[in-house]
């Protein structure tokens, strides 16, 4: 069986009952098991719902008990669910800054992004939250110098998402303090996902003001 009822024109928040890109909502489907399932692949049976991909109107969905109704199931939402859907987001992020380091898309080191972020060839810098200041200031300097060079003077975004232990945990020996992700198909996805966990954080103001200025909580 193939997914019911999600077409475009069904991608309604539960929540808000606002229309949105597939990639600014999650999907999520009744489980075999009767709890509720974040669908981030939006690949999964059956009939799926939508919530729009912020933390907060998660947890609005699973306190008015939406779930139920709009999956037409007696589909169970733990107050957990809002954490399993940030886990997933940063497990599915940290599987494409593998992909992408494979593909030679995802660098790190300060020495490397800095030359990166300078020769205009870093779509996205990554900081550990625990990165020492001095470091992230330099590199913002180079944000800063590159902006210079393009036509509209943007910066290019800054991210972080992760401490230093959270890293290892993702991505063992590839964990990093300072990184960047290169132009290419994994770079761009590498971007792509940490926006939408940045966004689900609650976080989205902070990127777009600049800066790797305080880590999101």
Not at 167 to 173: D, K, P, S, V
Request: aromatic content about 4%; overall charge positive.
């Amino acid at each position: 069986m193939g997914k019911k009822d999600d077409g475009v024109n069904d991608r309604m928040c539960i929540v808000t009952r606002e229309r949105g890109e597939a990639d600014d909502l999650i999907r999520f489907v009744a489980g075999p098991d009767g709890s509720v399932v974040p669908d981030l692949k939006r690949q999964l049976p059956g009939r799926g719902c939508w919530v729009k991909a912020e933390r907060a109107i998660v947890d609005k969905a699973i306190a008015r008990k939406l779930f139920p109704r709009a999956l037409k199931a007696e589909a169970k939402a733990g107050p957990e669910l809002g954490a399993e859907v940030d886990r997933l987001l940063a497990a599915q992020l940290g599987g494409m800054m593998n992909m992408a380091r494979k593909a030679g898309q995802f660098i790190t080191g300060s020495t490397k992004v800095d030359q990166a972020v300078r020769s205009l060839a870093a779509l996205a810098v990554f900081h550990a939250t625990d990165a020492a200041e001095d470091g992230v200031r330099k590199i913002d300097q180079a944000r800063k110098a590159a902006s210079f060079l393009t036509e509209d003077e943007t910066e290019i975004p800054s991210f972080r998402l992760f401490s230093e232990g959270e890293l290892e945990g993702l991505l063992g020996q590839n964990a990093f303090i300072h990184a960047a992700a290169l132009a290419g198909q994994a770079g761009e996805g590498v971007v792509k996902r940490a926006i939408m966990l940045e966004k689900y954080r609650g976080g989205d103001r902070a990127r777009a003001n600049g800066g790797a200025g305080q880590p999101n909580q």
